[in-house]
């Protein structure tokens, strides 16, 4: 019995051994200079890219599926800059509402101070002129935080670049009606 222990021994320690060796030989035989040939054209159908896959080794699918990730990494970082662009677009029209609203209210206040000295009501316009002051205070606090989110997006130049990639494409999917004629 002694014997086949240590003939079992030795067996289980001469196959751990061999697969260490295994693994450690297929590690090296990736070359690092494989470069990806499939993620030319990231519209290409799956089963076009399946057909192009079969052929390449373990190494060379590795470095396919590398360059995949690359471009899917570039796809979302494009859409996440497009997204934070149409937050801050949606925030400067947003204060463009507030200030056209703020100005709305200082023409109205205007239009009551007239109104007032017209019927010469004394109280009636000091209150029409303190509403116009007021209104004319708000109007001009709108118009600046406008003009500050305004050159919160100019800084960014990742969002202003998002901004017009999201227009060119807009522009690209949606026909014009002259071309068309």
Known sequence: MNKKTTAWNYLSWSAIAMIVMSNNVFAADCASDIKAVTNK????????????????TKCEVAAEAQAWLLLLKQKVE???????AAIYKNQ???KAEDVEDALEEVKEAKDEVK?????????????AAEEAKEANKEAKAALK????????????KSLKE???????????DIPNPNLSA
């Open 145 to 156: 935080e406008s003009k500050q989110a305004e050159q919160q997006l100019a800084k960014d």
């Open 115 to 127: 109104e007032a000295q017209q019927g010469v009501d004394l109280e009636q316009t000091k209150e």
């Open 92 to 94: 400067e029209i947003e």
């Open 78 to 84: 494009e859409i996440s800059d497009a997204e934070v």
């Open 162 to 172: 998002a901004v017009k990639a999201a227009k060119n494409k807009v522009n690209k």
């Open 41 to 56: 054209d990231a519209e290409v159908p799956v089963e076009v890219l399946a057909y192009q896959l079969m052929p390449l």
